[in-house]
């Protein structure tokens, strides 16, 4: 949430001036800006011309925010030997924007969000926060409930992104690292049909939604021979229909709604008053040091009291809608170094091991309808077929624990990437 500070006694429009401050404070360094005091907002204008904020960038470090403000990397852009010239705004239109962002934050935090970034670095609902690894090309469950499961594929990738401060033009750090490349729903409707959904960095303008029809069968429908008799059975049939959803679709079926927004990249899937669960395919943070590469950004809103459901959510993020007050928070890699590789799996913060959200045994070459391994909601701490589940032990958890702040409490889990 931005802050206004006395950075102007009188009101006005914004006014260029050239590069020259610090990427968290705005404050002006030496350089051809001078040393006028813009305190901690700074506004800047992004590629359309529009007000863009730029906030909670870690003191002349970009690459360790942590916040997820999606701010740090424009801060870099707008003024890394790039922008002749960058707008800062007096405190008039610095209110403005912080109105907005709280306004915003409050709306997001008042249903209980949980989102995961970029290379995610998880932060849990109860406002922990964990890096996560993953493994290449495997996939894991980060959201199991009753009759609603997601899951993500892993994807190793070497990303770069800025060392330090605007003014500091010492050569990019090189991590190696993954990303989240492709998400997978699987629900289970209000009438007992399944809705599958697929999403990929490799095609944002269009998704997979495979759904399917039940059909009991009449007695007399068919015979099994029993030794010296026949006996009259039951067939049922389920048929699965598949289609490609384009930019613009929006498709209802039962409780759940499908829809496809191109211009954002985005996919949403509401569960009527459960979930809301969407994913946006978008490109590396620091943009111009890693040219033409894309990455999955995924988001699961609890549209209920998902903290106390009798069927208390697991996966490595849903997990923590424990309904308790203690937020916990697990391993975090260390990314100090010129290159350097992830490690962290959670560990501390989830239970058991990061293995135990692995979908096994998946081949992705199973292309039958309504066979894709991909949609699996089978693992250790499934929540898919439960009709009562106790939310996890948070006394075993290993990981740094402390009481969970109001914020934490209505803003719910998010996963942010690595490089932010």
Not at 188 to 198: G, H, K, P, Q
Not at 334 to 355: K, N, Y
């Amino acid at each position: 949430m931005l802050t206004t500070g006395a950075s102007a006694a009188t009101p006005g429009p914004c006014v260029p001036v050239l590069e020259g401050y610090d990427t968290y404070d705005c404050q002006p360094r030496s350089g051809p800006s001078g040393n006028k005091p813009y305190g901690v907002n700074c506004l800047g204008y992004d590629a359309t011309g529009g007000f863009q904020a730029i906030q909670s960038c870690a003191t002349g470090l970009c690459a360790d925010d942590h916040d997820d403000d999606g701010y740090c990397e424009q801060c870099h852009e707008l003024a890394f030997g790039q922008a002749a010239q960058v707008p800062v705004c007096t405190a008039q239109a610095a209110a403005a924007a912080a109105a907005a962002a709280e306004a915003a934050e409050e709306s997001a935090a008042a249903a209980g969000v949980a989102t995961a970034r970029k290379d995610p670095h998880i932060h849990f609902a109860d406002g922990g926060r964990a890096d996560f690894r993953g493994q290449h090309n495997k996939i894991f469950n980060f959201l199991s409930a009753r009759n609603v499961s997601v899951n993500i594929k892993t994807v190793a990738s070497d990303f770069k992104w800025t060392r330090g401060t605007i003014t500091d033009m010492a050569p990019p750090r090189l991590i190696h690292g993954t990303r989240m490349d492709a998400a997978y729903w699987h629900i289970r409707t209000t009438a007992n049909r399944r809705v599958l959904v697929t999403y990929d960095t490799t095609t944002p303008g269009s998704a997979k939604l495979e759904t399917s029809a039940f059909r009991a069968g009449q007695p007399s429908d068919c015979q099994l021979k029993f030794l010296s008799e026949q006996r009259a059975c039951r067939q049922s049939l389920t048929t699965w229909t598949a289609v490609t959803l384009q930019a613009g679709d929006d498709v209802e079926i039962d409780n759940v709604r499908i829809s496809l927004r191109g211009t954002e990249r985005k996919l949403t899937v509401v569960v009527k008053d459960l979930w809301q669960l969407s994913a946006s395919v978008s490109k590396f943070p620091f943009a111009h040091l890693n040219p033409g590469q894309l990455l999955l950004d995924i988001e699961a809103k609890a549209l209920y009291d998902a903290d106390h459901d009798v069927v208390a959510p697991h996966g490595l993020f849903g997990q923590s809608f424990d309904g308790d007050d203690i937020m916990v928070s697990g391993k975090v890699d260390s990314r100090a170094e010129s290159e350097s590789t992830t490690e962290a799996q959670a560990e501390g913060a989830i239970e058991g091991t990061w293995r135990d959200y692995m979908i096994r045994d998946c081949d992705p070459s199973t292309t039958a309808p309504g066979q894709h391994c991909e949609h699996s909601t089978g693992f250790k701490f499934s929540r898919f077929d439960k009709k009562e589940a106790r939310p996890r032990n948070v006394a075993a958890l290993s990981g740094k624990k402390a009481k969970r702040t109001a914020k934490a409490r209505e803003g719910g889990a998010k996963a942010l990437p690595d490089d932010l």
